[in-house]
Structure formats: structure tokens, C-alpha cells
């Protein structure tokens, strides 16, 4: 290698301050734009960069980070074992609180559990405040140690094999409950916990339908885990579908949306695998399952009905990479027909992410907008969007970067 050769910045021994210049240098991005990005003086950057001022503290290394686009923490500070995926969202200040709850395990426990009538109506009201409230994460955070240890000791307290098992279901939803605040965040292992234990309260229950919830989580907690669990997804999906493919003929709403789901979820995954034919047949089966059901219907927890198909449909062809018909599917479903603020903020990201696929990037910021305007908390927990920002924040059309950067900003990704 020639001696003005660009270093490898993975090589040891380079700083931190080298291995920044290079990523930014590769970047094509100037020590005056970047200062920018993260809230320092060029000067400090500068410092930083050639090590006459120390490694700056976590938030100044992340804020580089996000603005290299660096996917893996190690890659900056050289580190291997800073194996942080910073692409997975922030720490929720509640997180701390429901994870102590999720923990706790006091078999002498003196918690006196509540009427099984009255955590019946908590829950209910919590995944009420789940879909209304604008920062869902907050909302159900704030409800869940106190329903986590109620559910845990009714579960442990149970009289009778009939309210061992309706305790075990309540217990299960629980979990359930808690996959939506712990997912994004930077703590897989807590995920995976919850995500299992909900299983398992599930199928101690019998319930078929807290059975087909379980599963549908615990297959999305696979399927998010990379290409290498796309099997386990599968088989997690497929094994619930086939359990509760003999109840469908005469199934109440409530099953027959969960069935509907977790046929989508095959879709899904399919469209991950670029496997067009089968992620279309999948929607086609989970389209027909949800035009049996009422007009007006809607799934408390997966959020199955028959106007979340568009929604589906867009995504499938954004993970096919299809931008042109993912906008077509765009244009065709009806946003304001979801009620669910996450999930209509989720469906506008996934739009994005169409017209982003189709050289629409103002289409696109401008629909992660109108994302954070009907729930922040999704917006801010949610990779894809997290990425088209910060490309654009490095636009070299004007209008779009200062639109971007005033979005990443509102999201947290950047300094105001």
C-alpha cells in the first residue's frame, strides 16, 4: 500500500478521531458539514479528528455515528465487543421500569392480586391507550410494571385448572403487551424473554386465540432478527395457522383475524426473501380471510381488518423492492380508515419507503411527516424511516436538506 493509500479505519491502532475522519471522508461529507450534523463547532470537530482533544462522551459518538450512517457502533470506536446496531432506536426512559417488572420473580411475592375481572379491564384499556395515544411507548409504559406484577401474581395465585388457565391468557396478553413497548430497542435479550413467555403462558392457557397472538409475535421477533430466522418465522406461523385452521369454519372475529394475520406474516416473510409469487399468494389468503370479516372490525393487537390490506399491500411491494407498485398501493389504500395511530404511522412510513424506492425522496420526506404528526414514538423507534433521513440530510438540493434536517431534529436523530 502506498503511503497516501486511505487507511482502513478498522485496523488497529486508530483512534476514534482517525477512524471518524475516514468514515466522514468516505462519506464525501466535509468537516463543516458534519460538525453541523451533530451541534460542534468545525474547530472542536477538528480536535476530535486529530486527537489533540479526547473521544467525546456517548451522545457526541452516537450523533457521528447516526450522521456516518455507521450501522454497527465497533465500526467507529474500534471496539469489537460495542456490537450496538444504532439503527434499533433509543432506550425508552420507562424501559428500566418495565424490564424490572418483566424480571421479577419473588415466589414469596406478597402482592395481593386483583380481581380477574379488574386486570381484564386494565388490559383492555391499555391497548385502548396503545392505539390512541400519539407516543404509544409512553402511554403503555406508564401502565405496564403495575399490570406485569398484577398479572404475574394472579397467574401464581390461581385457584382452580379453569382460572389457572384464563389467568395464563391474561398473563400471556401481558407479554404481549410489552412486545410492543420492548421492540426497537436496544435490549434483544429482554425481547426475546417476553416474546417466549408469552408463548408459553399461551399454550399453558389453551386459548386458541392467545395461542395465535403469542405466535405472531414470536414469529415477528424472529423474522426482525435477520435473513437467518426467516425459517424459524415460518415455522412459527405456519404451525398457528395449521392449529387454527380447523376452528375457521365457525370462528368469531377475534380468531379468524388472527388467522388472517399470521397468513399475512408468511407474506411478509416471503417478501423479504424476494420471493414475489408466494408473499402475493399469502396476501391474496390473508384478503379472503379479512373480507369475512365485518366492515367495521378491527383486531386489538395486530391491528387485522379489512382496511389494513392496502396497508399490507404496500408493504409487500416495498419488500419486494417494487417501488412503482408499492406507490400504486399507496394511492389505492385509505390511511384514515386505520384507527390506530402507530399503525397508521407505520403504514405512512411504509409509504415512504415506496416513494423512496421510486426516485420520490420529497414525496418521501414529506410523507415521514405526516408519520411523526400521528405518532412520534413510531417514527422514532423505526430504522427505515431513521435511514431515508439521515440520506437526505446529505441531499444537494437545499429545500429537501433543510426539510430533512428539520425532521431528524423532531425525531432525535440530530441536534436542533
Known sequence: MSSDATPEPYADPLKFGQRAQILRERKG????????LIGVSPHTLKKIENGQQKAPGIDTVL?????????????LTGHPDMNVDLFIGPGHPRLAAVKAAIDDF??????EPPPIAHLVARLHAAWKARHEARNHREAIGRLLPELMRDAQALARNADS?????????????????????IAYQPDSALLWRVAERGMVAAQDSGDPHAIGVAAWLLGQAHRDSGPRHYDAADAVNTEAARFLEPLLPDADDDILAIAGALEFELGYTAARRRATGTAWRHWDKANDMAA?????YYHPVTSFSRAIMGAHAVTVAVELHQGGESVRQAARADEMTIPSRPRRARHRIEEARGYYLDAQ??????????????????????????????????????????????LAADVGLLAA
Open 29 to 36: 461529507m466535509t468537516r463543516a458539514q458534519l460538525a453541523d
Open 63 to 75: 450523533r457521528i455515528a447516526e450522521a456516518l450512517r455507521v450501522r454497527e457502533l465497533s465500526e
Open 106 to 111: 419473588s415466589l414469596a411475592s406478597e402482592t
Open 161 to 181: 385448572a379453569a382460572d389457572r388457565r384464563r389467568t395464563q391468557a391474561l398473563l400471556s396478553q401481558t407479554y404481549s403487551l410489552s412486545q410492543f413497548f
Open 292 to 296: 369475512r370479516l365485518p366492515a367495521g
Open 361 to 406: 425522496p420529497d414525496v418521501a420526506i414529506a410523507t415521514l411527516e405526516k408519520a411523526f404528526r400521528a405518532a412520534p414514538e413510531t417514527i422514532r423507534y423505526n430504522g427505515y424511516a431513521r435511514r431515508i433521513i439521515l440520506e437526505e440530510v446529505e441531499s444537494k438540493q437545499a429545500p429537501r436538506r433543510r426539510r430533512a434536517a428539520a
